[in-house]
């Protein structure tokens, strides 16, 4: 029934492709407690991280004249007479980090590891644990779907992929409509983000399984949109050479596109409860300034606003509560009643202009007497685990008024 | 709102820490009509496919010594005086092909590419169009959803990934049962095979808009499986030191976590017809083989089945169609009548000790009173576009008697 020699195994996997390709996990011992990263590819061993958070890496690669490590910085690995590079780093923040070797020069993808569509490329990612914080991990509660799912936007005049969480009784009770978030990934990210790094259906199982969050539906854009017509603009190096006038606008035509084809798409597909009090839109970095730049000029919309690492006030630039966003800000009384939820996260471990420029932003809604949800990721960077942590703490307070 | 200084942006893309990481397409000219690869990321001109088939690719590389493209056959690169590797490959066969680039001796992906698990890893993969053929192509038809589902094996003793097709009118029609074919990967790839390489909605969406296949449920799972305390039997190298005793398994687990975990799952979590007559399972290469072990042991659930460049008969080994498999095809008639499809395909471009192997297993097959339909792919290597084309022979046969 299968191939019992090697010859008719050879045949199997030259057929495949793949006879050339293939690395075992091969048991070398590190004569300590170092563990296998999550993010490998099966069967891989390396990245083995340490108990106190250093990592090893190893890249075969005998003809190369010099390999280093991309990580929290760079690493020079050392050449073994074997031809296999390895290196030791210092002990890692906690939480999901992209990394890349560079090989004679080259930025190159660790063979090792799971890919995880980021820095505008597909890039290696090594996920280190977080001791006592399992919150994101697969348990064994009912789990909710994540969908892939397609629709035709006018604004674009084009297809666009979404992944729509719906959770874990979604397919059980189907007379029953739930509200909706809509969540944005970052800059150099995909509508891919929030499902393979974020975990978002696992955080989401977990909260509903406790009873924490309500069950609700969470949809997952692109952040990016081009009318039908326009070049696209996307993500550039800050060389200012290909700067557009006006500088980079990272909304485009993206409110066009959840206010005209998106949000109808969803209430006429799912079961939605569809006014404005079960409707909720947060982001990340990139992924925050569009939410703060469309909630707010759609305040019929939505009721809940969030900002994971990512806010409006021009990132740090003039911002004036009184006249911005047409004045949403003027009348604080009216804002606090109508907005349910305005929230604000980030890590304090990011980098210290970022980090300024989202509490600057705060405290400058709080001056105009606009009510908001502060929260700080403790020990975090701007990277995946904070905005994991983000979604934790945001999800509960959504839909409950 | 935006960054609209260097500054502020620079800030911004430090704090993605992308700034180093950005490749903006540049419209070079090639002075004829070649078009960037469907399976490019977004804003990468190279890999570029000419009118003949004929590849452009481009690695910067200012330090390397040496580049080595690894498509159909080696190709070197040849450096120019601005650090870029460049090489134009011959006119490649019509298909989904794995490549990477060969660094100093380093396998590595094209940081320009998508990647596609296959080869145990992440690898680098090109569309090469197929003149006239679109049939797996996103076109303006209704479309179904893949969601992503994770389900507790007893078997395995731990929670699996599936995806899941469901038809376009499936949330529309909630009352309405529909058949499910359970259809496998290849040796090397995952349970995201066939929705990433294969595009199994977008052929499916297809068939059914032009009312060519009924509206059915797929089930895609992992091909491998351990029982709870079992070491993970992997995909190995053919050096034979590593080789089991008794040959290699290519099943192991698998058929008691698809009779026992996986089939009671989907009929209790979907609206399935869950009668024999309304399951099918297929597979490619050696999903196939898998294919053919469970169904053939399991003749009182499946009633369809599919070998795509895959089957059974020991891959060109000692075959009895008188005993084989606990005798199931002794009695002809009742076997015939029992099955209603035994599919055998393969691609005539396959390696000659393959498609020789699915051919033997055909020949004996109906020598023995078997009836197939038995379906070759012209011009097509073992890879997706060969299996594509199974699947879109093969579903309008599913599900009619």
């Not at 073994?80 to 906690?94: A, D, F, L, R, Y």
């Not at 348990?139 to 979404?162: L, M, N, P, Q």
Request: glycine share 10%; aromatic share 12%; with cysteine.
């Amino acid at each position: 029934m299968f191939p019992t020699t090697t010859r008719q195994l050879s045949i199997l996997l030259l057929a495949l492709g793949c006879s050339a390709q293939l690395i075992v996990a091969q048991d070398t011992g590190t004569g300590d407690d170092a563990k296998s990263a999550s993010s490998n590819v099966p069967g891989q061993e390396y990245p083995k991280i340490h108990a106190d958070l250093r990592v090893d890496f190893r890249l075969k690669a005998p003809e190369a004249r010099k390999v280093r490590l991309h990580l929290d910085k760079d690493y020079d690995l050392e050449r073994g007479s074997n031809g296999v590079w390895t290196v030791t780093t210092t002990p890692q923040v906690p939480g999901f980090h992209y990394y890349w070797f560079v090989v004679d020069g080259v930025n190159v993808s660790d063979p090792a590891s799971e890919t995880f569509f980021g820095v505008s490329r597909q890039s290696s990612g090594i996920e280190i644990p977080s001791a006592g914080e399992d919150f994101y991990e697969a348990k064994d509660v009912a789990h909710g779907e994540i969908r892939e799912h397609y629709y035709f936007s006018k604004t674009t005049g084009a297809w666009r992929r979404i992944f729509v969480y719906t959770p874990p009784d979604y397919d059980l009770h189907l007379k029953t409509r739930y509200p909706v978030l809509y969540l944005q990934h970052g800059g150099g990210e995909d509508e891919r983000g929030w499902v393979i790094q974020g975990r978002v259906n696992f955080i989401m199982d977990n909260l509903i399984a406790e009873g924490k969050a309500k069950p609700m539906i969470i949809v997952m854009e692109k952040g990016a949109a081009t009318r039908v017509g326009e070049a696209p603009q996307s993500f550039r190096p800050p060389s200012g050479t290909n700067r557009p006038p006006g500088g980079f606008n990272f909304v485009g035509a993206l409110d066009d596109v959840f206010i005209g084809d998106l949000i109808p798409m969803i209430d006429k597909t799912y079961r939605t409860k569809t006014d404005r009090a079960h409707r909720a839109m947060a982001g990340l970095s990139m992924g925050g300034m569009q939410t703060f730049a469309i909630t707010l000029n759609h305040l019929d919309k939505f009721a809940y606003i969030g900002g994971f690492s990512g806010a409006g006030g021009g990132f740090g630039g003039p911002f004036d509560v009184k006249t911005a966003n047409h004045g949403v800000f003027a009348n604080p009384e009216a804002f606090n009643k109508k907005v349910h939820l305005l929230w604000l996260g980030v890590g304090t471990a990011e980098p210290a202009n970022l980090h300024a420029s989202v509490v600057k932003y705060h405290d400058a809604l709080e001056a105009g007497g606009i009510k908001t949800v502060f929260y700080e990721s403790p020990g975090t960077a701007h990277e995946w685990l904070t905005w994991r942590r983000d979604l934790r703490e945001f999800a509960p307070l959504l839909f409950v008024n």
